[in-house]
């Protein structure tokens, strides 16, 4: 399988802009993405506690209007169930079918709302409140989140969410292939049948993706961030590694099996693009 089998699902992410030049770039990002890999659809993120929750609905009305296929996140940190069923319906009313459901990262003062507190409760939430209507795509963490006391917690949570009604699952992203087909072993194992679609990250800077992996798990290996280190004053180098790196990591995940891929684009095009070609060659 490479990127030219379409009957993969290929995806992009999207964060809500601040600005309105922020805005007028995401539109031009998603009109080269749009020109090279055509995504089954574009996830737009929710801030912590809900932070960005009208910014992403602006967001998914404005794309919503040209007719692209949009998956907004929702998370019920933060969220009442009155707020929820308010954005669902919204949601239904643009035309959405399919959302990204996750539990929401605790806001920096702490404070949420105790309605629904897991992702495994939001999920039967809706299904509750829409039947069928939304195809649900929850979180899946390869190298386990790491708030998880243990590997064996995290994926006794990803079986809840599952049970709860999921359709399919996007993993957090990793560098490290074999953490991805333990984890999808241990799917089939469970005889969890969904699909989980690898999330693929960039590279593009090094020192935001060593912080950012930091904090979220998401392991980079040795020889990748050395490499990088070496790299730390040579974008154009830099740029080049990561994307020869994310492509063949992509190329390997497709060769033996996932489902598609999740690209989180950082509302950047090009870096995504230049791996989306080198698959498709």
Same mark, same amino acid.
């Given at each position: 399988?490479?990127?030219?089998?379409? &009957?993969?699902?290929?995806?992009?992410?999207?964060?809500?802009?601040?600005?309105?030049?922020?805005?007028?770039?995401?539109?031009?990002?998603?009109?080269?993405?749009?020109?090279?890999?055509?995504?089954?659809?574009?996830?737009?993120?929710?801030? @912590?506690? !809900?932070?960005?929750?009208? &910014?992403?609905?602006?967001?998914?009305?404005?794309? =919503?209007?040209?007719?692209? +296929?949009?998956?907004?996140?929702? =998370?019920?940190? %933060?969220?009442?169930? *009155?707020?929820?069923?308010?954005? #669902?319906?919204?949601?239904?009313?643009? !035309?959405?079918?399919? #959302?990204?459901?996750?539990? %929401?990262? $605790?806001?920096?003062? %702490?404070?949420?709302?105790?309605?629904?507190?897991?992702?495994?409760?939001?999920? +039967?939430?809706?299904?509750?409140?829409?039947?069928?209507?939304?195809?649900?795509?929850?979180?899946?963490?390869?190298?386990?989140?790491?708030?998880?006391? =243990?590997?064996? &917690?995290?994926?006794?949570?990803?079986?809840?969410?599952?049970?709860?009604?999921?359709?399919?699952? $996007?993993? *957090?992203?990793?560098?490290?292939?074999?953490?991805?087909?333990?984890?999808?072993?241990?799917?089939?194992?469970?005889?969890?049948?969904?699909?989980?679609?690898? %999330?693929?990250?960039?590279?593009?800077?090094?020192? =935001?993706?060593?912080?950012?992996?930091?904090?979220?798990? @998401?392991?980079?290996?040795?020889?990748?961030?050395?490499?990088?280190?070496?790299?730390?004053?040579?974008?154009?180098? #830099?740029?080049?590694?990561?994307?020869?790196?994310? &492509?063949? #990591?992509?190329?390997?995940?497709?060769?033996? !099996?996932?489902?598609?891929?999740?690209?989180?684009?950082?509302?950047? @095009?090009? +870096?995504?693009?230049?791996?989306?070609?080198?698959?498709?060659?």
């Amino acid at each position: 399988m490479n990127a030219n089998d379409r &009957s993969a699902t290929f995806s992009c992410e999207f964060f809500p802009p601040r600005t309105e030049a922020g805005i007028e770039k995401l539109q031009l990002t998603q009109q080269k993405l749009d020109e090279i890999i055509r995504p089954e659809y574009y996830s737009i993120t929710f801030g @912590a506690g !809900g932070t960005t929750r009208d &910014s992403t609905l602006e967001i998914v009305k404005l794309l =919503s209007a040209k007719n692209i +296929s949009i998956a907004p996140h929702i =998370s019920c940190i %933060g969220s009442t169930k *009155q707020q929820l069923k308010d954005l #669902l319906e919204e949601y239904k009313s643009l !035309g959405v079918t399919r #959302l990204v459901t996750l539990r %929401g990262d $605790i806001p920096d003062n %702490g404070e949420s709302t105790k309605e629904l507190s897991h992702a495994n409760e939001l999920v +039967s939430f809706i299904r509750e409140t829409t039947g069928d209507h939304f195809n649900i795509e929850v979180a899946a963490y390869p190298e386990y989140h790491p708030e998880s006391k =243990s590997p064996q &917690s995290d994926f006794k949570y990803f079986k809840n969410k599952v049970a709860a009604g999921a359709n399919g699952a $996007i993993t *957090q992203y990793f560098y490290n292939i074999d953490a991805y087909f333990r984890f999808t072993d241990k799917c089939i194992k469970e005889n969890i049948k969904i699909p989980v679609t690898p %999330g693929i990250m960039p590279i593009t800077n090094f020192t =935001s993706l060593t912080r950012f992996s930091d904090a979220c798990g @998401a392991e980079i290996p040795r020889w990748i961030r050395k490499q990088l280190e070496a790299y730390a004053d040579d974008k154009d180098s #830099l740029q080049a590694f990561g994307i020869d790196v994310v &492509s063949k #990591l992509c190329e390997q995940l497709l060769e033996q !099996g996932a489902p598609g891929l999740h690209f989180y684009t950082l509302n950047q @095009a090009d +870096s995504t693009n230049a791996i989306w070609k080198n698959l498709s060659t």
